[in-house]
DNA sequence: TAATAAATGGGGGTTTTCCCCTAGCCTATA
DNA sequence: TATAGGCTAGGGGAAAACCCCCATTTATTA
């Protein structure tokens, strides 16, 4: 009997995976949490063997989640489920120690299979989620160390300023909302303009929202 | 007995809301769409009594297969599932004729209630929908026309820009991938800035990403 | 403590975006 | 057959963004 701990903001997305797993005679669900802090407590009395772990998480996200989870209860299997098949998504969550990641457009077969393989103690990972990885990997290796895709620390004022940026505030508008000069303002954007590996504006609001970098 | 279809790309969230239903004696899921193309010609064969619609589906999006349906086929309650509570879509589906609005983080039993209530011809929004669209409404009569929110249709040209847009290229190199001149590109940008009540590219940006206004 | 990173800001420049105007041509539709 | 909307494109100018260069001060951390 394997038993599962469901992670996931939306309701009825638990519930029918519930539903799904209730004809299953090997499969328990042992636990429901909608939200990213309630999750360890959880563990902490009743450690299932497998953790069914939505990415996009409210009040903790699914990769710190996973992180935490890693180092205190290595022997929770946690397989990652998300909307998005984002290389960025993949790629984190899988560093921190999930063993499969599926997509929520998987059916019910996968996700039996997904559930067994990965609490076999194997990988577990859908073919369009291996594809993605696969390209990912390409791309890096042409690009050299351009787009391994992770970005360098963003600093807090630096963070600020993406955040106005991201508001449609110009430089001007944005030196004088923090009391500094247009000159620093410009020094930061373009300090953020080569740690997010962006050509223009466009495209430091077009990654901040994509990899959801600002809170 | 109540006849269903369900309209959603996330196969996985398809087979949840089936496996709620069954256990229901007196609905019954008669199929199953995963794009909005083929919606229409499924609803042509077999007449739902009502379509469990995903605001957000590939293809033909949920705005649009809700008006079509609503001329074409009155008799079907469309009940709108959707994992945002935006005021935008709310609004809008509910312009185009859907009978309800429920968030996927709704339950089983509002699942079910919702059901019944959209089938006995009412209308059924659940409290977070509700909340949000008073919430709208105040906004709207506060500001007079300011930020209701709503977009103009982008045409295709102005999309293929945008989209260049939010890749990053230049006007120029957005004119020469065109094959256009610059100056055109510059007034498709404008009208794209005016359309979406943008004030610079970021927002351009922004908004497109937030609403997901590109295929 | 020495090196590193963050935050500040200046000079001086080019490129890009944004804004105002105008205007012809085409197509769908009322 | 008008009227509207979409696509095209020009002139000319102001504002904003982007790109080098550089320097000082203050934290942080190895």
Redesign the pocket.
Known sequence: MISILIADDHTMFVDGIESILKTESDVQVIGRCYDGLSILPFIKEKQPDILLLDVNLPGKNGIEVCKELNSKYPAVNVLAISMFNEESYVTEILNNGAKGYILKNTGREELLLAIKTVNSGKTYFSKEVTNTIMKGLMNSRKNGSKKTSFF??I????KEVLQL?VEE?????I?DK???????V??????L??KLN???????VRITLENKLLD
């Open positions: 360098p620390k600093s807090r004022r630096e940026i505030h110009t430089t001007q508008e030196a923090l009391f500094i000069s247009l000159k620093t410009e020094s930061h954007r373009s300090s303009l080569s962006a050509r223009n504006t466009a495209g430091l």
